[in-house]
């Protein structure tokens, strides 16, 4: 079965860190894209950052260069670190998988408030 288990969310005050994990149950996790997307209430789902199966990654303009995505194809796992939080990055972050399917995780709660 397929399964993306994310964690490592939760209350930080603004400018503060968080990293997030997302362990992966896949065949091949390393062909994969991985992806962390997030979504506010009244808001649409939104792409945060992805990195491929070469290492490759990208990220939306709100968070270059305060967040960064990476893996390790060893532990099958795909990690945020998301650094100077901002109250509008407040939203539930959910691990993506792309290959020869997609997939989603549960999502974890993300809260930036003083």
């Known amino acids: 079965q397929v399964q993306l288990l994310e964690s490592g969310g939760g209350l930080v005050q603004p400018g503060g860190s968080l990293r997030l994990s997302c362990a992966a149950s896949l065949n091949s996790f390393s062909l994969y894209t991985m992806g962390w997307y997030r979504q506010a209430p009244g808001k649409q789902r939104e792409v945060v950052a992805t990195?491929?199966?070469?290492?490759?990654?990208t990220y939306a303009d709100s968070v270059k260069g305060r967040f960064t995505i990476s893996r390790d194809n060893d532990q099958d796992t795909v990690y945020l670190q998301m650094n100077s939080l901002k109250t509008e990055d407040t939203a539930v972050y959910y691990c993506?998988?792309?290959?020869?399917?997609?997939?989603w995780g549960q999502g974890t709660q993300v809260t930036v408030s003083s």
């Open positions: 993506n998988a792309a290959h020869w399917g997609i997939y």
């Open positions: 990195v491929n199966s070469g290492g490759q990654t």
